[in-house]
């Protein structure tokens, strides 16, 4: 099963851009890639997903290169409230069933 | 539209003595998950349901922890005992497939403190 290894925390400036990368050597071919972003008392909220090169959405975009054993999530010019914890989730599908394996989290600090 | 719904948001309970949670998924979601998240860690799956069925407990630990999902709608974790490991809060989610790549919807999760 995919295992996934992010950077434990991040700190960036108001307008800038931040990249979080999640790396998941053991990724099968079937398994998507999605992100999830938490602020305190709440649930993961959906960021992006996807299987493989590029990825874009009104709020980030999501870079998986070919051999697809790491994934990084964008997040263009950060404001004070994409402060938050973003987790990457490996999907693995097979015959053996489904497993849902979240990474540590990366706990965004955004400045001013 | 509504969000999946948790119940009680905070729970504070002694050792020994049971617990329930309560999840209602969004109307129409076949899929329902419940997780386990300690602080400082990302979601941990106990269980996930396609419609009444569990296809997936296998990180359940079956001694003390038991869900349901009766009629495939709303779902019920119990702990019994509880033991102090147990403090964590406890997220329920939802999604509208069952290929295991949809998106899932997540509830505030209730947060338990065992004393």
């Known amino acids: 099963l995919a295992k996934t290894t992010q950077p434990i925390s991040m700190d960036s400036y108001e307008g800038q851009e931040v990249n979080i990368t999640c790396s998941h050597n053991?990724?099968?071919?079937?398994?998507?890639i999605t992100w999830y972003q938490q602020f305190p008392s709440q649930g993961p909220r959906f960021i992006i997903q996807?299987?493989?090169t590029k990825v874009t959405n009104e709020v980030a975009s999501l870079f998986i290169p070919a051999d697809r054993k790491s994934s990084t999530l964008s997040l263009p010019r950060v404001s004070l409230s994409d402060t938050a914890v973003y987790y990457c989730?490996?999907?693995?599908?097979?015959?053996?069933?489904?497993?849902?394996?979240f990474g540590k989290g990366t706990t965004l600090s955004v400045s001013s | 539209e509504a969000g999946v719904v948790q119940s009680p948001r905070y729970k504070i309970i002694e050792k020994k003595q049971p617990v329930a949670f309560w999840c209602n998924p969004i109307?129409?979601?076949?899929?329902l998950y419940w997780y386990l998240q300690n602080l400082g860690q990302g979601p941990e799956l106990l269980i996930r349901?396609?419609?009444?069925?569990?296809?997936?407990d296998s990180q359940l630990p079956k001694d003390r922890f038991s869900a349901e999902r009766l009629k495939g709608v709303d779902s019920t974790l119990k702990i019994q005992p509880a033991e102090l490991g147990d403090s964590a809060v406890y997220l329920c989610?939802?999604?509208?497939?069952?290929?295991?790549?949809?998106?899932?919807?997540f509830g505030p999760g209730t947060r338990l403190l065992v004393l």
């Open positions: 349901y396609e419609n009444e069925e569990a296809v997936d």
């Open positions: 053991n990724i099968a071919t079937n398994d998507y």
């Open positions: 989730l490996v999907v693995t599908s097979n015959q053996a069933g489904t497993a849902l394996i």
């Open positions: 989610a939802s999604s509208l497939g069952t290929i295991g790549h949809e998106t899932q919807y």
């Open positions: 996807g299987y493989k």
């Open positions: 109307s129409g979601h076949n899929t």
